[in-house]
């Protein structure tokens, strides 16, 4: 059984990177096929999928995000990790961590964490 958990500082500055990090158990993220995604929801809003590091480490990125958005991974660790630079508008929002593999829907998400960024 795969899990997955995120964790973040929870109440940010605007001015600051906001970091996540997503642990993997259950599983590992260099598994052949498999794409770590992650995905907010802000106030009041739909999903918005941010982007995804795939099992080779390639990385993808929503265009609304791109220009703001790094994600890396400790292959070691197994954790993968989604930076957003200041100023991304729209911080504040529930941020799941999710996989999947290519063309499939999300099998496992994590519980979601609260990220609220102050101005």
């Known amino acids: 059984q795969v899990q997955l958990q995120e964790s973040c500082p929870g109440l940010v500055n605007s001015s600051q990177t906001l970091s996540l990090t997503c642990a993997v158990s259950?599983?590992?993220?260099?598994?052949?096929?498999?794409?770590w995604s992650w995905i907010r929801q802000p106030p009041g809003t739909g999903m918005e999928w941010i982007g995804r590091?795939?099992?080779?480490?390639?990385?993808g990125f929503s265009p609304s995000f791109e220009s703001r958005t790094s994600i890396s991974r400790d292959t070691s660790k197994n954790p993968f990790t989604l930076q957003l630079s200041s100023g991304t508008p729209g911080g504040t929002a529930v941020y799941y961590c999710?996989?999947?593999?290519?063309?499939?829907?999300?099998?496992?998400w994590g519980q979601g964490t609260q990220v609220t960024v102050s101005s």
């Open positions: 590091i795939g099992y080779a480490g390639s990385t």
């Open positions: 999710a996989r999947r593999m290519a063309a499939m829907k999300y099998d496992y």
């Open positions: 259950g599983g590992s993220i260099t598994t052949n096929g498999y794409y």
